[in-house]
T-cell receptor, first 111, second 110 residues
Framework: EDQVTQSPEALRLQEGESSSLNCSYT??????LFWYRQDPGKGPEFLFT???AGEEKEKERLKATLTKKESFLHITAPKPEDSATYLC????????????FGTGTRLKVLA | EAQVTQNPRYLITVTGKKLTVTCSQN?????MSWYRQDPGLGLRQIYY???????DKGDVPEGYKVSRKEKRNFPLILESPSPNQTSLYFC?????????FGPGTRLTVT
């Protein structure tokens, strides 16, 4: 069964304290791995798409990487405005247009 | 402004009373989808549509119907809502690898 697991469930960081969020996946075949940011009461906001192992994408303080079993979202020198829930999702070859989401990591960055 | 809109944003209804949540996008996207989000379960896909008149089930389609008669609209229909359909619902449309989500509809079924 295709599955996406995110860890940790919640993370508290001091401003400037870098860390990584993990997304591990078990799928029959990967068509893409996606990272989203979700603020309270709002819809998810797209961050990155990764398609193959070894691929990396960067945007401001965020960097996403992909291996054959997991993806990491690295947050460098975070600021309080980076506080949000970060969601990981996969699109698999078994369901061409289906998406499977993880339950997210709630990030709180303290000033 | 490119966006996905949903209406209503909040809805409280009673068991068995048919309802429709509308979704519209102005980006000319072919792919649209509906999700529900529940604490501890994350986002789960209900239905998706690859184009006009083409729809398919996601992981949790039971109790829901959809239609795609126009490219921009993708309404979600609950013919006989039940309390276990109380949830936060999101509509999304896709361009390439990016999904754009609407603001959400919070539904409570009593």
């Amino acid at each position: 069964e295709d599955q996406v697991t995110q860890s940790p469930e919640a993370l508290r960081l001091q401003e400037g304290e870098s860390s990584s969020l993990n997304c591990s996946y078990t799928v029959s075949g990967l068509r893409g791995l996606f990272w989203y940011r979700q603020d309270p009461g709002k819809g998810p906001e797209f961050l990155f798409t990764l398609y193959s192992a070894g691929e990396e994408k960067e945007k401001e303080r965020l960097k996403a990487t992909l291996t054959k079993k997991e993806s990491f979202l690295h947050i460098t020198a975070p600021k309080p405005e980076d506080s949000a829930t970060y969601l990981c999702a996969v699109r698999t070859t078994s369901g061409t247009y289906k998406y499977i989401f993880g339950t997210g990591t709630r990030l709180k960055v303290l000033a | 402004e490119a966006q996905v809109t949903q209406n209503p944003r909040y809805l409280i209804t009673v068991t068995g009373k048919k309802l429709t949540v509308t979704c519209s996008q102005n980006m000319n996207h072919e792919y649209m989808s509906w999700y529900r989000q529940d604490p501890g379960l994350g986002l789960r896909q209900i239905y998706y549509s690859m184009n006009v008149e083409v729809t398919d089930k996601g992981d949790v389609p039971e109790g829901y119907k959809v239609s795609r008669k126009e490219k921009r609209n993708f309404p979600l229909i609950l013919e006989s809502p039940s309390p276990n359909q109380t949830s936060l619902y999101f509509c999304a449309s896709r361009s390439g690898g990016e999904q754009y989500f609407g603001p959400g509809t919070r539904l409570t079924v009593t």
